[in-house]
């Protein structure tokens, strides 16, 4: 579980993050700065939308525990299917994931400063979107405005290392740089492709695959409201 994706209504004029938690055969999502939340299919680039939106407190019991109306990034942790952290602000939380929205938050809400040394280290207060190394379980990026850094995750423990200094997105992602986008807003791997990942920037998305040091663009930039419909709403 990870990651995030885009929101650009022209009714609110606002930029926001939306979140995802790939549960099974589908993919949970609860919406940054917006109490809302949707569930849906990605195994294309149109999505469908299948449940919702509705609030995050009618199906996110570990959130409401830490009153987080809303949330900026999750990372599922490492050996754990059923535990999230939770990122919102300067601070996060670790919840337990259960069907029906069920589930309990089991740690925090405590300051990311506090807790995450590596995130201190790259001097990332926040944190913006999340995508696990593929085939690195442990392993993950976080992203930062117009930087990036891989760290190293601690199962059970927020406790991780930094395995790469902070670096532009631009310099080190050349199918982000190809796409024009020199910071991102949210991020959600392909469900059944854990190589690739759709990445959104203000109206724009693309498609890209990861490879250690390396990043392909493999569809895009294109038009979120044309090839995610479902997303109107946001």
């Known amino acids: 579980m990870n990651a995030n994706v885009y929101r650009n209504n022209p009714r609110t004029s606002t930029t926001s993050v939306l979140t995802e938690c790939v549960c099974r055969n589908y993919i949970k999502v609860p919406f940054g700065k917006s109490p809302q939340w949707s569930t849906l299919h990605t195994s294309t680039e149109t999505s469908r939308n299948n449940l919702g939106p509705a609030k995050i407190a009618d199906h996110w019991q570990g959130l409401v525990q830490a ?114 986008f020199g910071t991102i807003d949210t991020a959600v791997v392909a469900k059944g492709i854990p190589e690739h990942a759709w990445v959104f920037y203000d109206d724009q998305y693309v498609r890209i695959k990861i490879t250690p040091g390396d990043s392909e663009l493999v569809f895009g930039p294109a038009s979120v409201q044309k090839h995610w419909p479902n997303l109107d709403w946001v």
Do not use: C, M
């Open 67 to 180: 009153k987080f109306n809303s949330v900026d990034a999750l990372l599922e942790v490492p050996g754990e299917a059923d535990r999230v952290w939770a990122f919102r602000g300067l601070e996060f939380v670790r919840i337990q994931v259960l069907p029906g929205g069920k589930g309990k938050s089991t740690f925090g809400p405590a300051k990311i400063a506090n807790h995450w040394p590596s995130l201190v280290k790259a001097g990332f207060a926040t944190v913006d979107a999340i995508l696990p190394v593929p085939g690195q379980p442990y392993e993950a990026y976080v992203f930062n405005q117009d930087r990036y850094a891989k760290i190293s995750l601690t199962p059970g423990s927020p406790n991780s290392g930094l395995l790469s200094a902070p670096a532009k997105i631009t310099d080190d992602w050349p199918s982000l740089a190809k796409a024009g």
